[in-house]
């Protein structure tokens, strides 16, 4: 069964999906042996009982990544995607727009240079540099939206064309200003219900408060799981880490939102 592209949680309106997740539930956590569990399949309520198991099956199971499920009681793309496999789950690997595919192309290469900062935790580097630089800025500032418009800029002289990408190494900036650029934006908590919103080649923000953020490239969608290619960071998958890293990160840690400039000429 497909995701239906919004979160089921306590007072879901279609009983059909209710019913549908109700009979996953019990046979994956065997619930015919716990009948003080097992839920009625017949009933297309997603109440109290329900809630605790999903809690349950949340408890006993990790994300693709091996990592933890959130255990809330309700059934995100993540939670969806370990009950009725990867298959439901919405899937994207390729950029549709065809600057957006090179501007992919042009991220893959620096991470496989490999980039690091010179010294380490400087924000210097040669590499470094010549993303600030093309921001307007000097060693020493955070580069994560720096590097995304380096590798924008790199990809329109390639294709001969305008880009699109506000000039900014802001990523709060970034976001304020990408509408008046022709982008469009998805709001943080429409991608968590319906990861089928994003694609690859679109931007995340995340927004650290006090005016700091974090940003980074969407190279390929797995229901509730990002592949990211992002500048700034590393293994600790924070803002100031000494890198061009790959990471994976669940739509959930996107506070903020998407940029997506596909069809911007």
């Not at 497909?2 to 279609?14: N, Q, R, V």
């Not at 600057?99 to 040669?126: C, H, M, W, Y």
């Not at 800029?153 to 990408?178: E, I």
């Amino acid at each position: 069964m497909l995701f239906p592209g919004h979160t089921i949680k306590a007072g879901e309106s279609d009983a059909s999906i209710v019913k549908a997740l109700k009979a996953q539930l019990n046979r994956v956590l065997s619930l015919a042996n716990e009948p003080s569990l097992r839920l009625d399949e017949s009933e297309g309520t997603f109440g109290a009982k329900m809630r605790q198991v999903v809690k349950l099956f949340q408890a006993r199971h990790v994300d693709p990544e091996g990592r933890p499920l959130k255990q809330d009681g309700e059934v995100g793309a993540i939670t969806w995607s370990v009950l009725f496999g990867q298959q439901s789950v919405p899937q994207a690997a390729t950029a549709i727009d065809p600057l957006l595919a090179e501007v992919i192309k042009v991220a893959r290469f620096e991470l496989d240079r490999p980039v690091r900062e010179q010294p380490t935790n400087s924000n210097r580097g040669p590499d470094v540099e010549k993303y600030l630089a093309s921001v307007g800025l000097g060693g020493g500032f955070s580069w994560c939206c720096a590097f995304t418009y380096w590798c924008f800029q790199q990809a329109s002289t390639q294709l001969g064309r305008r880009n699109p990408m506000v000039k900014t190494g802001g990523c709060l900036k970034h976001w304020q200003d990408a509408p008046a650029r022709g982008a469009k934006l998805i709001a943080a908590g429409a991608a968590q219900a319906n990861p089928g919103l994003l694609r690859p080649g679109m931007l995340f923000i995340m927004d650290h408060g006090k005016g700091l953020g974090h940003t980074g490239l969407i190279v390929s969608v797995s229901g509730g799981l990002l592949n990211t290619i992002e500048g700034n960071t590393d293994a600790s998958r924070t803002r100031e880490g000494g890198g061009v890293y790959a990471l994976v990160r669940r739509v959930s840690e996107i506070n903020k939102g998407y940029i997506d400039y596909s069809g911007v000429a």
